[in-house]
């Protein structure tokens, strides 16, 4: 397909363009994009839409050489080189290639890249005699039982956790949204949701799960894990809950409040490369002895004789 496409700076043959597989716009959707109305020649409202993608870099922590001037030039390059007078500009920049972590790479190479098509046509009449349209509930960020690539969320709460040196971003539900940090510092620099909270203080939220894995509280013997709503159930939870059953625990797939990580005797996370993993400490709070707890390391041997014996078996096999 012969298509030009303005690719860190050069122009080239769109199947010229290439991207690592590793970038992170393809990983985790972390980056932004913007598009552009060309008529007659002319990019439309061009400084207004460079300037809302530089911001969105700037409050995402994207580091880049770009400026307002040099993207717009080269926006402007791209609609003269393609001569396509009637199009649809897209520019994308993302925080660029990196070895997969969820938290972001110490040194950023960010990808930038513009293509220029021409304008889809629109039903004729749909201006002038109006249009219908459907409702539908707003799952932005939902759809957290499908493992899909749409992770910036879990970024940047792994993020978070990377700069507060902990292992894992435990994602809370229910708390006042009104005003969410606008960029990720301020994301970032805040303490964790329950560091000023009492176990006697009034506090709304549930937990649902960590950025990459799963999580499970033991109370009195008895644990909990939230339900498969709102998260991913991952194998490695249900391998957890398997065995939980199997050493004769109670265990419930049950909504979890946030206050209850204050309270519990024992926290432990489930992922494939993190395994069972004993959290000691939420937000500042030890978690029971403030030691890894037994019900845990229990579990924890159970799974490492799972995985051996499915190892051997396989060797057997083999
Ligand atoms: C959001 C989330 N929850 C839970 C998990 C744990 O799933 P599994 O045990 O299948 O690795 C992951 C793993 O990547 C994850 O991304």
Redesign the pocket.
């Known amino acids: 397909m012969s298509q030009l496409v303005f690719l860190d700076g050069r122009i080239v043959e769109v199947d010229a363009a290439n991207v690592s597989v590793l970038d992170r716009a393809n990983l985790f959707g972390d980056g932004l994009y913007e598009v552009i109305r060309c008529y007659s020649g002319s990019l439309f409202e061009l400084g207004t839409h460079v300037e809302r993608l530089l911001a969105g870099a700037a409050a995402l922590g994207v580091t880049h050489d770009w400026t307002q001037e040099s993207l717009e030039s080269g926006a402007r390059r791209l609609q003269a080189e393609t001569g396509i007078v009637e199009g649809e500009m897209y520019i994308q920049l993302s925080r660029g290639p990196a070895v997969r972590t969820h938290y972001f790479p110490d040194s950023q190479f960010p990808t930038v890249f513009i293509t220029l098509s021409p304008v889809r046509p629109i039903p004729a009449d749909a201006r002038t005699a109006g249009t219908s349209v459907i409702t539908c509930p707003d799952m932005r960020h939902g759809w ?1 039982h499908l ?1 899909t690539v749409n992770l910036l969320s ?1 970024c940047l709460a792994k993020e978070k956790a990377h700069r507060h040196g902990v292992w894992e971003g435990l994602m809370l539900r229910g708390l006042d949204t009104m005003a969410l940090p606008g960029s990720v510092e301020e994301y970032c620099d805040a303490p964790g949701e329950l560091a000023a909270v009492s176990p006697g203080d009034e506090f709304a939220g549930w937990v649902t ?6 999580v499970f509280v033991v109370k009195d013997g008895r644990i909990a894990t939230p339900p498969k709503q709102n ?2 159930p ?4 249900r391998i957890a809950l398997e065995l939980a059953n199997e050493a004769g625990y109670e265990v419930k797939e049950r909504r979890v409040s946030a206050k209850e990580l204050l309270v519990a005797d024992e926290v432990f996370l ?3 490369v993190g395994e069972i993993m004993p959290v000691v400490n939420v937000d500042g709070h030890s978690v029971g002895e403030g030691e890894p707890g037994p019900i845990t390391g229990k579990l924890a041997h159970m799974y490492t004789e799972r995985v051996a014996s499915c190892a051997a078996s396989v060797q057997l096999r083999g």
């Open positions: 957290c493992k879990n799960e960590g950025a990459s894995a799963n998260i991913l991952g194998v490695t939870r489930t992922s494939t």
